[in-house]
């Protein structure tokens, strides 16, 4: 394995690919030398060159901010001489610039749970879900005796998704919780579901089934806890009722053009726009050749690398749908008196990352070379295959729940840092660098790391691949064998 990299030929950056000491001799490709100035941390980069104060610092070919002061080659580039060039709203023209991957349809397919309203599964799991945080309490005394009742595993998993919302909330921000737990009441990896309300809330369960529209009702049934005597008595024979039916889903075979996956990093190191984010995208690119679909988040974390998204809007309109996207988040921060580009976090800072303009040019290579199809509000399910954006912070849970809220029955979660959260929906994680693997394999569940040890980008999508089928014919990930699953609500609005 090499000691440094050097990403794109216009950088002048270069990235350390371990601990480096002060006085290495760098040797570069065009036959020159360089010795460093300070020690050089992993996934660090350092002066390939002379970087005149006021003038851009460069990775991945593009700009990645500006030197805040002379930095001479060797010498450590990061937070302390560079600054971000981003600031407020930007007008943006239609450059479409669209490549095409020429990848093959392989016609391959997995075995998974088909719906009766056409959708996918690749679990099949009995959920509660609260109307509204009041009655949690009485979800988890249900979920707990039907556990003492039924010890057998012959279903994927038993959860009650808690949240804290559902009542005191106005307009959209009321609206965004209804449309996200109809989404999550119909998602295709539940095989069924009660909902559970309290009575008095404002997510009244006669307004909340508008937004849930058609619905087998042999799977959701729905039960107000003022209404009954014993909310809890009467929620385990509804739950009971709702497994008698489930339990007997068989998997069959299904087109793995039915998988929509969902596209999220967190934790992200100087290492992620170099392994696994990379290969998330060329995992992407496959799978929409093959007919799926896949949505790429995290909006302010497109801020600086916007412009290579919009470059690939299948026409005008989605083009205009991206720009909307990213100034309406703009606009959000800015309607609340905060900085539209505080990012990356301390531990992205730890980890390598140095301006936001750097963490979104690597973040945005999840979505691959494919064209951007749609353009997703949040908690709008998907409508056209392919490649979609989606409206979400980049928060970690509320990230990933958005993705699942949008249809995703699997998400695809790289880090440099490692975590062990775990969506409501299958939540593979993938290292971006060999020494978290190995240190946290109660957390990763993929090492993309491996593309620094002579693996080759096609190689190791193509296994990326082979283990998603596994994934989504039954296999637990990580965080499903410990338990962690849990939702997050995007809260956009006042508490009443």
Not at 160 to 167: A, I, K
Not at 309 to 316: F, G, I, Q, V, Y
Not at 427 to 456: Q, R, V
Request: aromatic residues 8%.
């Amino acid at each position: 394995m090499k000691d440094f990299l050097k990403i794109h030929s216009d950088d002048n950056v270069l990235i350390a690919l371990k601990d480096l000491p002060q006085g290495y001799l760098v040797k570069q490709e065009d036959g020159t030398s360089l010795e460093l100035s300070e020690p050089i941390p992993y996934a660090h980069k350092f002066a390939a060159t002379d970087i005149a104060e006021g003038t851009d610092v460069v990775k991945y070919g593009a700009p990645i901010g500006y030197a805040t002061s002379t930095i001479i080659p060797g010498q450590h580039v990061h937070t302390h001489n560079t600054k971000t060039k981003l600031s407020g709203t930007i007008n943006y023209q239609f450059n479409q610039l669209l490549s095409d991957p020429q990848l093959k349809n392989e016609n391959r397919t997995f075995m998974g749970y088909q719906r009766a309203n056409g959708e996918v599964g690749i679990r099949n799991e009995l959920w509660i879900v609260p109307t509204v945080g009041c009655v949690n309490g009485q979800a988890d005394q249900i979920i707990n005796q039907f556990k003492a009742k039924h010890p057998a595993n012959d279903i994927d998993h038993v959860q009650v998704f808690r949240h804290s919302y559902g009542c005191s909330q106005l307009g959209d921000d009321h609206q965004n919780t209804q449309k996200a737990l109809a989404n999550l009441i119909k998602h295709p990896n539940a095989g069924g579901v009660l909902v559970l309300g309290l009575g008095c809330e404002n997510n009244q369960i006669s307004e909340l089934k508008k937004f849930i529209g058609d619905y087998d009702e042999s799977r959701i049934r729905f039960l107000t806890a003022q209404e009954v005597e014993d909310e809890v008595e009467e929620g385990l024979k509804l739950f009971e009722s709702i497994y008698e039916t489930m339990r007997h889903d068989k998997r069959e075979s299904c087109p793995v053009s039915a998988l929509k996956i969902g596209l999220k990093c967190g934790g992200s190191d100087g290492l992620s726009g170099i392994t696994a984010n990379p290969l998330v995208g060329a995992l992407s690119d496959y799978l929409i050749a093959q007919g799926g679909s896949t949505i790429l988040t995290e909006v302010p974390e497109m801020f600086g690398a916007e412009h290579l998204l919009m470059e690939r809007a299948e026409n005008k309109f989605i083009f205009d749908k991206t720009v909307k996207l990213i100034n309406d988040f703009k606009e959000y921060y800015l309607k609340h008196n905060l900085p539209v580009y505080e990012n990356p976090s301390p531990g992205n800072k730890k980890g390598g990352i140095t301006t936001l303009e750097d963490k979104s040019l690597g973040c945005t290579q999840k979505g691959g070379t494919a064209t951007v199809v749609d353009v997703l509000n949040y908690a709008e399910p998907i409508q056209k295959n392919g490649l979609n954006l989606l409206a979400s912070p980049g928060n970690d849970l509320v990230a990933a729940s958005a993705l699942g809220f949008s249809g995703c029955q699997l998400v695809l979660f790289t880090t440099g840092r490692g975590t062990p959260f775990g969506s409501f929906v299958p939540t593979m994680k993938i290292a971006t660098n060999t020494a978290l693997f190995e240190k946290k394999k109660n957390w990763i569940d993929f090492n993309a790391g491996k593309l620094l040890e002579n693996y080759s980008m096609q190689q190791l999508t193509s296994e990326l691949f082979n283990e998603i089928i596994i994934i989504a014919e039954g296999k637990k990930l990580k965080h499903e064998l410990t338990g962690f699953k849990e939702i997050a609500i995007f809260k956009t609005g006042i508490t009443l």
